[in-house]
């Protein structure tokens, strides 16, 4: 007697997308979400597909490092390069993700399309990103000599996410940050050891002064603001949403003090000068309120008296 098969139990909406179906898909997420926040319901529906799926979806992004967050009732959105909640194009490394994704679909006749369409909406390309690399070794060699020969260096043009200000600095350099991405250094004109990165130089000029103030060098790691100082202290803040992005985008080596409480977010970490933190938080005081300690309230209300006189 012939035996019958089972029959297979019909696949689940979700599971029957075909591979070009997703890309299509993971395009269209990345867009509204970017362009503004979502409830999973919402999305849902948006997409004509369940609630699961669109977890699944959210997962996927979030493995491949797009910086996907809640707001206070619980919509998604995707946390974008600049201020403006509504940009839709790619980074690089978003694009990056995508285009691999996509060159892995095998003989689809939507993959080419996709490439060029990906090609016209993305921060590209390779030859920027190799010259920014060149420029940064470069970089690199010539702060490397000024440190064996102790010589004071001129940063020209820095830019300062602070100040938001473009300026020449004079600096005596230590050493480097973390993966050579910034360099601590000793800042002539306040006096004050800070971190400067490199891909805000726009160029580094070797003087033949040498060190006038390596008695005052400190070679500790900056803080998370990019300054030095002898004692730690711990600050605390609560941040509006601006704030928390700013935050996060600019610093960030503060997402591990940073959580979300029920109608703010809040930063609790340790600083060691007040200088660095302080520039942030006047620079956003409108979006945030000082929690403690009453020694850096007070800092900050010396700063405004100073400012408005």
């Not at 978003?94 to 016209?120: C, F, M």
């Not at 993305?122 to 440190?147: N, T």
Request: glycine share 4%; aromatic share 10%; with cysteine.
């Amino acid at each position: 007697m012939k035996k019958v098969a089972p029959k297979k139990a019909p696949k689940k909406k979700e599971e029957a997308i075909l591979p070009h179906g997703k890309l299509m898909r993971l395009f269209q997420i990345i867009a509204v979400l970017k362009s503004g926040h979502w409830t999973i319901q919402q999305l849902a529906d948006r997409f004509d597909t369940s609630v699961r799926t669109i977890y699944r979806y959210i997962k996927l992004l979030e493995e491949v490092e797009f910086l996907i967050e809640k707001d206070f009732n619980n919509r998604y959105f995707i946390v974008t390069s600049d201020d403006d909640p509504t940009q839709t194009i790619f980074t690089i490394e978003e694009t990056k993700v995508i285009r691999k994704l996509i060159q892995g679909a095998g003989d689809n006749p939507l993959k080419d399309s996709l490439l060029r369409k990906l090609a016209l909406n993305s921060e590209l390309d390779s030859m920027p990103q190799l010259f920014v690399k060149v420029r940064l070794s470069k970089f690199i060699e010539e702060l490397a000599s000024a440190i064996k020969h102790k010589h004071q260096v001129v940063l020209k043009n820095y830019h300062s996410a602070n100040s938001n200000e473009i300026s020449d600095r004079l600096v005596e350099p230590i050493h480097f940050g973390d993966n050579y991405q910034s360099i601590i250094a000793f800042d002539t004109k306040d006096k004050v050891c800070k971190q400067f990165k490199l891909d805000r130089i726009g160029e580094v000029l070797e003087m033949e002064n040498v060190f006038k103030y390596e008695s005052q060098h400190e070679k500790k790691d900056a803080d998370i603001f990019g300054f030095s100082g002898k004692d730690q202290k711990w600050v605390t803040l609560k941040l509006g949403m601006r704030a928390y992005l700013l935050m996060r985008e600019e610093f960030p080596l503060a997402l591990q003090y940073l959580e979300q409480k029920e109608d703010c977010y809040q930063f609790h970490g340790p600083v060691s000068n007040y200088e660095g933190i302080g520039r942030f938080a006047l620079g956003l005081i409108d979006d945030l309120k000082i929690v403690g300690p009453e020694e850096f309230r007070q800092f900050i209300a010396n700063k405004m008296k100073v400012y408005l006189n």
